[in-house]
């Protein structure tokens, strides 16, 4: 490989890690990386491939999952990072639009999320049944929908998590 390859295949890579790792907005991120790689005076004006450009789009998919899973983290529910079931539900909404616009398949994402989902509830419903405070941030009708979202059914949620 070329000094110029390996060069290029290193900005690339970088730039496919900052995507993933970006936070709450992965895409905005890819965005980001697709100007400053091909059109930005100060970056590397690079000819994007679309082997190039499906990297990018597969990071944002990581980087969902990332703040998804870390949402439906049982150990992360007394921690500053977390921030609930009602962010997992903007989140999937998020990843799924994106995944749509670029015709990216979430099979198995979505049922990576849907097996967390689960036992994150059922989790929390143990705890409620322990006398814990519930720490679902969301309405009974915005948990249906992430649940129906995700694939999984309205039987899915755990009777103590059922309100009226």
Known sequence: MSVELIERESIIED???IVETSGEMPEV???GSL???SHDPEGPELGLARADKSRLRLAVLE????IIRRDLDLENRQKSCYRGLIRCLVNWRRLTGF???HRLSLTELQEEIA???QTFLAG???DIRRGCPTCVNCSQAELREL???VGLSDNNLPPDLKRS
């Open 115 to 117: 097996a967390a989902l």
């Open 99 to 101: 995944a749509a616009a």
């Open 63 to 66: 980087g969902y999952r990332r």
């Open 29 to 31: 991120a890819y965005h």
């Open 35 to 37: 100007y400053y790689l």
């Open 124 to 126: 929390e419903a143990a």
């Open 147 to 149: 649940i129906n979202e």
């Open 15 to 17: 730039e496919v890690l």
